[in-house]
């Protein structure tokens, strides 16, 4: 049987873009705290200024927010594309579908895809959907369908 995508490649994956979206936010904080010190900004300024960003969704901690849900977004769909592959593979199914999500959300890496049929082996030599190997990254919508799955709005993109 076709070798299933695994969990703990996945946990991994997830676990080194928190661990990058950490380490950047502090880079960015010990930058803008120096900033502020070098230019003659009191310690109590500074804090409110932080403290200020911080209950207010600001540039710094909102950002972090931010590239903190996407993560987990982007987590929850790799985990589903994953699971619906091995369903796939399972059931015996042989050729895929590069399925993109519309709306004016594709990246031209899928948009160029959009409607090619292959084998799992061909698109997992090429990359997956949220596999990394696209403009779009892992914040990529696309699926990987059945090529005999037949359901309406298929002839074009998904419109999310």
Do not use: H
Not at 29 to 40: R, S
Not at 62 to 84: D, P
Not at 121 to 141: A, D, H, I, K, M
């Amino acid at each position: 049987m076709p070798e299933t995508i695994n969990a703990e490649a996945m946990a991994i994956i997830i676990a080194n873009q928190l661990s990058t979206v950490a380490a950047k936010t502090v880079l960015d904080l010990t930058t803008l705290i120096q900033t502020m010190k070098a230019n003659g900004i009191s310690d109590a300024i500074i804090r409110e200024t932080l403290m200020t960003d911080l209950l207010e969704g600001g540039r710094l901690f909102g950002g972090f927010r931010n590239q903190i849900k996407n993560t987990v977004k982007s987590g929850i769909g790799m985990a589903s594309n994953r699971a619906s592959i091995n369903t796939f593979t399972e059931a015996g199914v042989q050729e895929y579908r590069w399925q993109t999500v519309g709306g004016g959300k594709v990246c031209p890496d899928c948009d160029d895809r959009a409607g090619e049929i292959d084998v799992m082996e061909y698109w997992r030599t090429v990359g997956l959907p949220q596999s990394g190997f696209s403009v779009c990254q892992y914040n990529c919508r696309c699926q990987l369908l059945p090529d005999t799955y037949k359901d309406e709005n298929l002839t074009g993109k998904l419109i999310r």
